[in-house]
T-cell receptor
Framework: SQTIHQWPATLVQPVGSPLSLECTVE??????LYWYRQAAGRGLQLLFY??????ISSEVPQNLSASRPQDRQFILSSKKLLLSDSGFYLC??????????FGPGTRLTVL | SQELEQSPQSLIVQEGKNLTINCTSS?????LYWYKQKYGEGLIFLMM?????EEKSHEKITAKLDEKKQQSSLHITASQPSHAGIYLC??????????????FGSGTRLSIRP
């Protein structure tokens, strides 16, 4: 069966520090991968998605970037965090036409 | 861009009562997804609807898609405390499913009063 992992589960970082969040999927091949952010009291905002290794599409201009170095690995990064980057980051995977499944999320607090 | 509106934003119901949550799109729905989220946790997939008029049920939860009206509803019968949480609807942005994205509404927070 397929599983999706996110690491770390929680993170507290100072403003201006770098960021690296990791998402890995097991039990499937060539999935579409997605990064979402959920700010407090708000819905999910799609940040990035990838249909294959090295292929990244950005949805909104921002302080973040994404990379897909391997088929089942998706990384969210930043060189310098802003206060506004705080939120709950969710990774998701989907095969074409099918259901989309989410990871457990990473709660990021930027101080 | 396509937007999804959910109503109500929050809902408090007495245990045992029925309830309905609505999701409306400003554009054509190519696929509609319902998820449940507990605070601080990931999203749990409930149901996916793809065809106009489609209806699916799982335990006490029923979801319907009215493609002509660009609307979906989620109905819970005889609500229980375990139904409490945030319900989110998501919709695929295009019909080409391999590259399409899913965008989400802002969610409906459901509380069950014992």
């Amino acid at each position: 069966s397929q599983t999706i992992h996110q690491w770390p589960a929680t993170l507290v970082q100072p403003v201006g520090s770098p960021l690296s969040l990791e998402c890995t999927v097991e039990g499937t091949s060539n999935p579409n991968l997605y990064w979402y952010r959920q700010a407090a009291g708000r819905g999910l905002q799609l940040l990035f998605y990838s249909v294959g290794i090295g292929q990244i599409s950005s949805e909104v201009p921002q302080n973040l970037s994404a990379s897909r170095p391997q088929d089942r690995q998706f990384i969210l990064s930043s060189k310098k965090l802003l206060l506004s980057d705080s939120g709950f980051y969710l990774c998701a995977w989907r095969l074409a036409g099918n259901e989309q499944f989410f990871g457990p999320g990473t709660r990021l607090t930027v101080l | 861009s396509q937007e999804l509106e959910q109503s109500p934003q929050s809902l408090i119901v007495q245990e045992g009562k029925n309830l309905t949550i609505n999701c409306t799109s400003s554009k054509t729905l190519y696929g509609l997804y319902w998820y449940k989220q507990k605070y601080g946790e990931g999203l749990i997939f409930l149901m996916m609807l793809q065809k106009g008029g489609e209806e699916k049920s799982h335990e006490k939860i029923t979801a319907k898609l009215d493609e002509k009206k660009q609307q979906s509803s989620l109905h819970i019968t005889a609500s229980q405390p375990s139904h409490a949480g945030i319900y989110l609807c998501g919709a695929r942005t295009t019909g080409y499913s391999s590259a399409s994205k899913i965008i989400f509404g802002s969610g409906t927070r459901l509380s069950i009063r014992p």
